[in-house]
């Protein structure tokens, strides 16, 4: 069974920082691209940023640029994205995803995590 579990969300002011974590289980972790999106309230879910199996090929939504990085430890099934000078407009709650590719995770991932909420605001 397939389990993607988010962690790491929280309350933080502009400018600050967190590093949100995605426990993976249930399937061969280096096989698959993983991903981050975030919805936030009265909006629809939008793309953050995906990282490919062996971690070499990264995509980053042009919003977040410069700010968010995503890796990966495949040894403990883990992504993160680890999100840098945040503004009150990265609120929401944020979710992992996986899928087959890069392209795939990007538009119809498989399977999504239960999501982390994700608050910036002074």
């Known amino acids: 069974q397939v389990q993607l579990v988010e962690s790491g969300g929280g309350l933080v002011q502009p400018g600050g920082s967190l590093r949100l974590s995605c426990a993976a289980s249930?399937?061969?972790?280096?096989?698959?691209?993983m991903g981050w999106f975030r919805q936030a309230p009265g909006k629809e879910r939008e793309f953050v940023a995906a990282i490919s199996g062996s971690g070499l090929t990264t995509n980053d939504a042009d919003s977040v640029k410069g700010r968010f990085t995503i890796s990966r430890d495949n040894a403990k099934n883990t992504v993160y994205l680890q999100m840098n000078s945040l503004k009150p407009e990265d609120t929401a709650v944020y979710y992992c995803?996986?899928?087959?590719?890069?392209?795939?995770?990007?538009?119809?991932?498989?399977?999504w995590g239960q999501g982390t909420q994700v608050t910036v605001s002074s």
């Open positions: 995803a996986r899928g087959p590719s890069l392209t795939v995770v990007r538009s119809t991932p498989y399977d």
């Open positions: 249930g399937f061969i972790f280096s096989a698959y691209a």
